[in-house]
């Protein structure tokens, strides 16, 4: 059981360093709207409903996790730890979005340049 949860644990860590570490499609997207001249009346709603998107997925992701492993067994497989860990991430990665979609909204409403908002999302310096 300890070697199932470490092999899970590891894989989750390499998918989410993964989805944290590429530049998403839509970032991409709103790069070449914003370099088009797209307004940002027309952006934001776009930035916003990736947000709902993402945010949705992270909370879809705890809840699989979380009710599957409570629904087996009644909980008895999973450890306090186990949901503590997965809880946090989750806090963590909605974080995250919450600033990643502030950084966006700033770079559509063109309070940033291009490369500060591409280096920013690269070195997750927001």
């Known amino acids: 059981m ?28 709103l790069v070449s709207s914003v370099n088009s001249g797209t307004p940002a009346d027309q952006l934001i709603p776009q930035i916003e409903k990736e947000h709902e998107i993402e ?3 992270m909370k879809n992701d705890l809840n699989s996790r979380m ?12 450890s306090d730890s ?3 860990f997965y809880t946090k ?9 919450n600033e990643l ?4 909204i700033q770079f559509a409403q063109r309070q940033i340049s291009k490369d500060e908002f591409l280096s920013k999302i690269e070195n997750k310096n927001f």
């Not at 991430?89 to 979005?97: C, D, G, L, V």
Request: hydrophobic residues 45%; charged residues 20%; aromatic residues 16%.
């Open 101 to 104: 979609e502030a950084l966006r």
């Open 67 to 78: 009710m599957g492993m409570k629904e087996w067994g009644n909980g008895d497989l999973g």
């Open 2 to 29: 300890i070697i199932g949860s470490i092999s899970g644990l590891a894989i989750f860590i390499v998918i989410i360093l993964i989805i944290f570490f590429s530049p998403s499609d839509f970032d991409a997207d």
């Open 82 to 84: 186990y949901y503590d």
């Open 89 to 97: 991430k989750y806090e963590e990665e909605i974080h995250y979005y």
């Open 55 to 57: 945010c949705l997925n």
